[in-house]
């Protein structure tokens, strides 16, 4: 899902399909240890972006909004 704003129109298009999805996911949380800080910064700010949406979702449910509460947390405890 991809989501692309057009400040002038104050609209927000959102972009979705199977074709945008990856196949598969390599997850090794010790290339974080030795990446650029700016790296590592910018996956946080967006894990963090992702967890503020899943609050502010009008799909979200008791669980969802929980579960991204709790994702805050962690993540601005990280970032300190």
């Not at 991809?2 to 949380?29: N, V």
């Not at 974080?32 to 910064?41: D, K, R, S």
């Amino acid at each position: 899902r991809l989501a692309a704003w057009d400040f002038q129109m104050k609209r927000r298009y959102t972009l979705c399909g199977e074709s945008l999805y990856a196949e598969h996911a390599l997850i090794d949380p010790e290339l974080a240890l030795t990446a650029p800080a700016e790296v590592t910064a910018t996956g946080a700010a967006d894990a963090l972006a992702h967890a503020c949406e899943s609050l502010w979702s009008p799909a979200a449910t008791p669980l969802t909004r929980t579960l991204a509460a709790r994702a805050v947390e962690l993540l601005v405890a990280a970032l300190q």
